[in-house]
């Protein structure tokens, strides 16, 4: 199996939940943050002529695809790779390893609810999650140098991201270098998640996501 997939021209890491938890540990013993992000359809549809946000997303150490579609559109045929999307293998062993390790997590999100959503989320794959602080933070807010400041005053070892596209992406290529953590891990998906399976409304939703990203990638093949 290839490590590495394309998609819209942005190179996508290609492992098992288990070689991915591997290097996930790598990155805990090391003395500056790695980060990692589990990137969905939607996202990649939005930034598929975005260069800006394709250069932040270099910053990224390991970018993983969240969703089964993503493989399919490579031609991916490994039963074992998209069996651990369709089951969110790596999502909980990642958060089983921090719960077993006791591991110190900061959450950062745009707004109040988000955070609320994305603890609930959290707690469906695993409970126990020693959360240490949590800031919310948007583009037009301004007060990065503020939150960063809150991020390290409690030196977690993990920092779980629900930032919205494209000021994800943005936040971690300017702020990497400042923050005073191990692992930062963009998880917006789960919130996609959580919307997608609250109504029929997001079903279908869902289902024209689908059929535009299969469609998109198919041009852009055939290109």
């Not at 993503?70 to 089983?96: G, K, P």
């Not at 949590?134 to 930032?163: F, H, R, T, W, Y």
């Amino acid at each position: 199996m290839e490590e590495k997939i394309n998609v819209f021209d942005i190179e996508l890491n290609l492992l098992t939940a288990k070689k991915a938890m591997r290097q996930v540990m790598r990155y805990m013993g090391g003395e500056s943050v790695s980060t990692i992000e589990l990137i969905p359809m939607e996202v990649l549809l939005k930034g598929q002529d975005d260069a800006e946000w394709k250069q932040a997303l270099q910053s990224v150490d390991l970018l993983l695809p969240s969703e089964r579609e993503i493989l399919e559109s490579a031609e991916v045929t490994d039963q074992n790779a998209i069996q651990d999307l369709e089951n969110n293998t790596f999502v909980r062993l990642f958060f089983r390893y921090l719960v077993k390790n006791k591991k110190k997590v900061f959450l950062l999100t745009e707004d109040e609810k988000a955070s609320k959503l994305l603890k609930e989320r959290i707690e469906t794959y695993r409970k126990g999650i020693q959360f240490v602080g949590e800031a919310v933070i948007s583009a037009q807010s301004g007060s990065k140098e503020a939150v960063i400041n809150m991020i390290n005053g409690v030196e977690p070892d993990c920092i779980l991201s629900g930032l919205s596209y494209p000021w994800q992406e943005k936040f971690i290529a300017e702020s990497k270098a400042l923050l005073n953590a191990r692992v930062w891990f963009g998880c917006t998906f789960l919130l996609n998640q959580q919307k997608k399976e609250e109504k029929a409304s997001g079903k279908f939703k869902y289902f024209i996501l689908k059929r535009l990203f299969r469609y998109q990638v198919g041009k852009t093949q055939k290109g």
